[in-house]
Nanobody, 117 residues
């Protein structure tokens, strides 16, 4: 059974940092493409960052230079380091996994990030 569990969300002041984690189980992590999405109230879900099985990373323009996606393959975990946080980064952040070449997505339940003074 595939399971993705996010953690690390919190309330943080503008300019602060957080590191989100997504622990995966039931998959061969090294052949999965992983991504972080976020959804703010009243807005559509958006792709924040992705890392494919080969290691190439992509970022939404809104987070480039501030967020970094990384992974620890032996620990089956993907991270999202978020620096210089802004109020507009407030959202529920979810991770998604898809096996390389497949069409089925697996999602975590999400973790709340709130940026406010």
């Amino acid at each position: 059974q595939v399971q993705l569990v996010e953690s690390g969300g919190d309330l943080v002041q503008p300019g602060g940092s957080l590191r989100l984690s997504c622990a995966a189980s039931g998959i061969t992590f090294s052949i999965y493409n992983m991504a972080w999405y976020r959804q703010a109230p009243g807005k559509q879900r958006e792709l924040v960052a992705s890392i494919i099985s080969g290691g190439i990373r992509r970022y939404a323009d809104s987070v480039k230079g501030r967020f970094t996606i990384s992974r620890d393959i032996p620990k089956n975990t993907v991270f999202l380091q978020m620096n210089s946080l802004k109020p507009e980064d407030t959202a529920v952040y979810c991770c998604k996994g898809r096996r390389n070449g497949a069409s089925l997505d697996y999602w975590g339940q999400g973790t709340q990030v709130t940026v406010s003074s």
